[in-house]
């Protein structure tokens, strides 16, 4: 694969538990033109991880401030770790139009708002940023369509 074709990437999954903040901004540095990021939480234990980012404003992430327009996260429980790796992205990046969480178990008014304090909406780097929640019952598989090449985002709901 090549590196340049690399960099024009606009669609990009991930798997993680959210303890991997660091690694994941590492790789965004792979990706200056991602418009879409998809994070697909997986289960995780807490014990004594660190998560702090190591993200210097002086050497910002190309996609952060320019193109990063929508960030989903899937199978969001609200782990204070989660929380904290949602609330990075809410918070850095500059041109952020939409984030959507499918949240575990009930998702009402109450929830959502609870959610906005604890990811610091107030504070996001993007005025204009729309948060969306919806309520997932159940587990489900997100990579059904990820290699028809064919579709500009086989992430994306129909």
Known sequence: MSANWMRTAKVFCLRSSGLELNAVLNILRWFPYLEKLYIIFQKHN????????QYDPLHPIECLQTHLKKVVFKSFVGYEKQV???????????????????????????????????????????????????????????????HDLSVADPFGQP
Do not use: M, W
Not at 89 to 98: G, N, Y
């Open 84 to 146: 904290n790796f949602a609330r990075f992205f809410v918070l850095h990046a500059k041109v952020l139009k939409k984030v959507e969480f499918e949240v575990y178990g009930q998702c009402n008014t109450i929830s959502v708002a609870y959610h906005h304090t604890l990811l610091k909406v107030e504070n996001r780097a993007t005025r204009d940023a729309q948060f969306e929640f919806r309520s997932k019952h159940r587990r489900t598989e997100y990579d059904a369509h990820i």
């Open 46 to 53: 807490e014990k004594d991880k660190k998560n702090d980012p």
